[in-house]
Structure formats: structure tokens, C-alpha cells
């Protein structure tokens, strides 16, 4: 069984919005929504300051407490560790928004919770996500964590990386390269 | 300094975290308020006072039944998909509170029924007189009245904790993480529902039982307010954060002057002097604690949305 996360190479990355621009495309996320974004993250005290570039989305946890305060259990975990929304089920409480400690979920217009899927109909035909498939600086990697030869897995192993807020205990499956 | 700049678009988390709304805090307090409701009514039925002429034991469960009402009405007001709520009954997903909640709501029903029908009032009765008899032939039977006392305490309770552990199980918002959430909702509706039942209550005897169990309940949440905020200030540093949004944060004044000011301190003062025969009994403590009760859901719900794991980040120096 696959465990599909991410790896982004925040050297590379420069936020030019593209992932964005190519996640909407893809999955007709309607106008004044995003399953992904960018965030800049500057920390330090002039001049000496460290700013962080990265590119965010649903973390697909381990430990996902959307599905677990699901009421209807149209938030689950598909193959490959895969957190997705059944709309057919969604009765959108909205419980799901609030408990995702990334706010990575949206209320679609047509009244379900939407959120990043990894392009679950692309992995399924052998493909990168929309947004990895077009990340022209190729800061963003997409894979199999359970491989051990898989790219991110290497990644993984040679560089030194971070998640964001692990400490929620969600056990978040895309990880940051610093 | 810190600084993180994000360019998401969700109008219900940016710039403040907001998906849920007033409907919520209405349910969460009608909840609460029927839970304590029906525990007294159970209590009084447990207790023999059903017995006596004109115990509100009998009126309460009809007044429930319609508190309950508006309040599932606020929620299903909520729902985004309102057309599939009726999936909330087609499974049962043990790790979601909500899906308990909708379960014991289904389950508050019928009890909230058998116990009103155990005495149904004159005008009801002249109109649905079969009504009448299932109830005559219930209140008949000791074991059954005994039961549906027993059945009508259990079930409030488990509503009362219910609305509380809602909110606590949600991870994400330090302000509502903590573990005893669910006693101050569960103590506070008691508290709403003592209030209430003195407003109508008939007997003199009855007033003034309420009023002592009332100043007993608003002990009981100051204690457990106490407790909360000092677990928060000696948890993580976003829970610190969350407590902060009380002590001197946005939530401060509201907080401090209309929920525990007037919503529990002055009614309790009032109540004692009132129990101690010193001033009479007057319908002003209960309605400020009903709406100290009210007031506190809704501070509740809008601190545990303004808090998270970002926001607590840059909140603390």
C-alpha cells in the first residue's frame, strides 16, 4: 500500500503562483477559492531576517481529525493515505473546517466541503498533481513515502526538512525542505 | 519579528476564522439550557415532588420539547448542505461527536414526550383525549414514572456533556481544547435551566429549592471557569494564547463583565440574599443568568474560531 505525501524544496521555490493557477484549472475551483496557496513566512530582526517561501494545501495527516469529527463519514481517507470528501455525504456542518488546524478546507458554492484531493484522478492514471506537474523552478516533488527508492523518500533522507505545526499531532504528510 | 503573509481565498477563515455563526451558540444554549431542564425534571419525578399540586416537573418537558426544536431549527439553519442532513441518520461514526449528538438528540425526543404526556394540561387533554388516557395509564404505574424520571436525568446529562465536548474535541482551536469545556456547558445549563423553571415555577417551595441549587451551580462556574483558564495558562503556548483572549485580549471585557460579572456573580448575590429571606425572590437574577448563559456560548464559539495554532503564534511575544 502507497502513503502519497509531498516534498517542496523551499530554496527553489520563489511564489510565483503557478501551483495556483494550475490547481484552478484543474479542478474548476470556483472564483474567490483556493485548495492551495502560497505563504511567506519572514522571521528575524533587520537585516538579519530569514524569509520562507512555500507553497500549502491539505496536509492528507496521518492523524486527520477532519475524518475523525466527520459526522456522516464523508470525510475519509481514500488509497494511498488520500483525505478526500464524498459530496454526496457532505452535509456541510462545517466541523471538518473547524478542526483542520491548517484551515486547508473551503465550503464550495454548491454547499459541499472542498479541499485538496493530490489530483486523486490524475495518481490514479500515473501523474503528478496538477500543481507538481507545472512548478517551473520544479521545487515541488510528489510521491510514495512507503517506497523507500522514491524520490521524496530520498529527499527525505539527504536534506534537512520541516512540517508544518506537527506539534497538533496530526502527523501532516507534506514536508518542507530548508 | 514574525511575520506570515498568506494568499489563500476562504471568506470563512480569512482574515478571521469564522464558519460557524449566531445559530450555533443558540443551539449550543437551548441544548444546554433543555439538558439542564430535563435533569431537573427527572429530578423532581425521582424525588416524589411530582406528587404535590402544580409541579413544574410537568410543564418543563412541553417547554423542552419546544427550546429543543428552535434549536436543531439554528442548527440545521447552519448546515451548508441542508438538503442531506437526513445523512447524519444513515450512519454512526463513534469518533465525531456531532454524529453522537444527532443520535441523542433523536433519543431526547421520545423521552422529553412520555414525560410530558405523564400530565398533560386540561385544555390538551379536552382536545386529544387518547393522549390523555396513555398518560393516565402511564403516571399509573410507579416503575414507569420512575423510569422515564431515570431516562429523563441520563439522557439530559449525557445532552449537557454533549454540547461541550462538540466544541473540546476540535484540535485545531486552543480555545475550546480543553477537557473541561464540556463540565462548565454541562453545569452552566444546569445553571440556565434552574433559572428558568423559577421564573414559572407555581409553588414557593419549588422557587426557592431552584434558587439554592442555582447558587450551587454558579459556585460550581466560577470554579470550573477558574480551573480552565488556569489550565490553559499552564498548557502549550498557543493554549496560553487562548487564555490570554480572555484575561486582556478581545474577549476580556465581554467576557469578564457580562459572563461572569452579571451572568453568575451579581445573580448569585442576589439568590443568596434572596434564599436567606433578606430580600424576596425576584425574576431579574434568573434572567441575568439565563442571558449571562447565552452570552457565554456565543464567547465560547467566536474565542475558540479566533484562536489556532497561527494565530496563537503571533498573539504571544
Known amino acids: 500500500m502507497a502513503r502519497y505525501g509531498m516534498v517542496i524544496d523551499t530554496k527553489k521555490c520563489v511564489g510565483c503562483q503557478d501551483c495556483v493557477v494550475a490547481c484552478k484549472t484543474e479542478n474548476q475551483v470556483p472564483h474567490g477559492y483556493s485548495r492551495d496557496w502560497l505563504a511567506y513566512e519572514t522571521i528575524g530582526k533587520f537585516p538579519k531576517l530569514n524569509m520562507e517561501i512555500r507553497t500549502e494545501r491539505c496536509n492528507h495527516c496521518d492523524n486527520p481529525p477532519c475524518v475523525y469529527c466527520c459526522p456522516t463519514g464523508a470525510s475519509h481517507i481514500s488509497d494511498g493515505g ?10 456541510g456542518c462545517k466541523a471538518c473546517v473547524a478542526s483542520c488546524p491548517y484551515d486547508a478546507r473551503f465550503v464550495h458554492p454548491e454547499g459541499y466541503v472542498s479541499k485538496c484531493t493530490f489530483c486523486e484522478h490524475r495518481v490514479k492514471e500515473g501523474k503528478d498533481p496538477a500543481c507538481v506537474s507545472v512548478c517551473p523552478t520544479h521545487c515541488m516533488y510528489f510521491g510514495d513515502f512507503d517506497d523507500p527508492e522514491s524520490e521524496v523518500s530520498k529527499l527525505l533522507q539527504e536534506r534537512k526538512y520541516h512540517a508544518i505545526i506537527p506539534e497538533a499531532g496530526t502527523k501532516p504528510h507534506i514536508y518542507y525542505l530548508t | 519579528m514574525h511575520e506570515l503573509i498568506i494568499t489563500r481565498s476562504n471568506h470563512l477563515i480569512d482574515p478571521i476564522f469564522t464558519p460557524w455563526g449566531w445559530e450555533i451558540p443558540i443551539y449550543l444554549f437551548l441544548g444546554g439550557l433543555v439538558a439542564g431542564m430535563m435533569i431537573i425534571s427527572g429530578y423532581f419525578i425521582l424525588s416524589g415532588r411530582h406528587q404535590k399540586k402544580d409541579c413544574s416537573c410537568f410543564v418543563v418537558p ?106 473540546s474535541t476540535l484540535v485545531a482551536r486552543p480555545a475550546w481544547n480543553s477537557s473541561m469545556l464540556w463540565i462548565l456547558f454541562l453545569v452552566s445549563g444546569l445553571s440556565a435551566a434552574a433559572a428558568f423553571i423559577h421564573l414559572f415555577a407555581k409553588r414557593e417551595d419549588e422557587r426557592r429549592l431552584l434558587a439554592k441549587a442555582d447558587n450551587g451551580f454558579l459556585i460550581a462556574e466560577l470554579m470550573i471557569v477558574a480551573l480552565i483558564i488556569i489550565g490553559f495558562l499552564t498548557s502549550s503556548e498557543v493554549q496560553n494564547a487562548a487564555a490570554m483572549l480572555f ?71
Request: proline content about 5%; overall charge positive.
Open chain 1, 82 to 91: 488520500i483525505v478526500l470528501v464524498e459530496h454526496d455525504k457532505c452535509i
Open chain 2, 62 to 167: 412541553t417547554v423542552a420539547l419546544a427550546l429543543i426544536s428552535i434549536g436543531m431549527t439554528a442548527l440545521f439553519l447552519d448546515l451548508e448542505h441542508k438538503l442531506y442532513v437526513w445523512r447524519l441518520y444513515t450512519t454512526f461514526q463513534w469518533t465525531s461527536p456531532m454524529s453522537w449528538g444527532a443520535w441523542i438528540l433523536l433519543l431526547v425526543y421520545p423521552i422529553l414526550t412520555l414525560n410530558a404526556i405523564l400530565k398533560i394540561p386540561e385544555n390538551i387533554a379536552k382536545k386529544l383525549p387518547w393522549l390523555k388516557n396513555i398518560g393516565e395509564k402511564l403516571s399509573g404505574r410507579k416503575f414507569a414514572v420512575k423510569v422515564i424520571g431515570a431516562m429523563s436525568m441520563i439522557s439530559g446529562g449525557i445532552l449537557g456533556m454533549y454540547t461541550g465536548v462538540l466544541l
Open chain 2, 247 to 317: 484575561i486582556n485580549g478581545p474577549y476580556a471585557a465581554v467576557f469578564w463583565v457580562f459572563v461572569v460579572g452579571l451572568g453568575m456573580v451579581v445573580p448569585l448575590f442576589i439568590q443568596l440574599f434572596a434564599v436567606n429571606d433578606k430580600i424576596q425572590h425576584t425574576p431579574i437574577a434568573p434572567i441575568m443568568v439565563m442571558v449571562g448563559g447565552l452570552i457565554l456560548r456565543f464567547v465560547i464559539v467566536s474565542a475558540g474560531q479566533y484562536s489556532g495554532w497561527f494565530t496563537g503564534t503571533f498573539t504571544t511575544p
